[in-house]
């Protein structure tokens, strides 16, 4: 059964202190990963995919790593309004043709200015 | 805006109740995904459809029911409504396959 494990739960930080969110996953099949950012009471916001171990993607001061067993997502040099819940999800290959993804519990980032 | 839109934003309702979901995909995207999420289990997903096609299905109970129309938009029935069922309900669309999926802004439902 797909699993995805985010750690930790919640993460504050002071403003440009730089850290990285942990995504640990089992998956039959990687197809791929997924990080989304979510503000509350809204709708998850896509922020990268990653397809194989190795790959790397960043975006701004976010940095997307991807290994055989887990992903990081890099913060560098924070700002409040990188606050936010960020989800991991992974699209695996258990269903032939379903592309559903599956989801962490998430990280809640608080960044202090 | 991720150009996926969803209506109603808030639904207040009671249980016992039924009511009715509605999503638009961004254009030329021809997958519907429903999602829920509640404070205690995360973002769950429900039901894919593919060009009117049903897809896969998730944890979706039978009491829920989805359907895909030419247009390709998107309804989500739930009925004989329970208080459990209050959560946020997020409609996602894709071009399909391994693609990453654009969420709308949710629906929030709440049954009394």
């Known amino acids: 059964e797909d699993q995805v494990t985010q750690s930790p739960e919640a993460l504050r930080l002071q403003e440009g202190e730089s850290s990285s969110l942990n995504c640990s996953y089992t998956?039959?099949?990687?197809?791929?990963l997924f990080w989304y950012r979510q503000d509350p009471g809204k709708g998850p916001e896509f922020l990268f995919t990653?397809?194989?171990a190795g790959e790397e993607k960043e975006k701004e001061r976010l940095k997307a790593t991807l290994t055989k067993k887990e992903s990081f997502l890099h913060i560098t040099a924070p700002k409040p309004e990188d606050s936010a819940t960020y989800l991991c999800?992974?699209?695996?290959?258990?269903?032939?043709?379903?592309?559903?993804?599956?989801f962490g519990t998430g990280t809640r980032l608080t960044v202090i200015p | 805006d991720s150009g996926v839109t969803q209506t109603p934003k808030h639904l207040i309702t009671a249980t016992g109740q039924r009511v009715t979901l509605r999503c638009s995909p961004r254009?030329?995207?021809?997958?519907v995904y429903w999602y829920q999420q509640s404070l205690d289990q995360g973002l769950q997903f429900l039901i894919q459809?593919?060009?009117?096609?049903?897809?896969a299905k998730g944890n979706i109970l039978e009491r829920f029911s989805a359907q895909q129309f030419p247009d390709l938009h998107s309804e989500l029935n739930l009925s004989s409504l329970e208080l459990g069922d209050s959560a946020l309900y997020f409609c996602?669309?894709?071009?399909?396959?391994?693609?990453?999926?654009?969420f709308g802004p949710g629906t929030r439902l709440t049954v009394l």
């Open positions: 459809y593919y060009n009117g096609e049903e897809r």
């Open positions: 996602a669309s894709s071009t399909g396959g391994d693609n990453e999926q654009f």
């Open positions: 254009s030329g995207d021809l997958s």
């Open positions: 990653l397809y194989s």
């Open positions: 998956v039959s099949g990687l197809r791929g």
């Open positions: 999800a992974v699209q695996g290959g258990l269903q032939t043709g379903a592309n559903n993804l599956f």
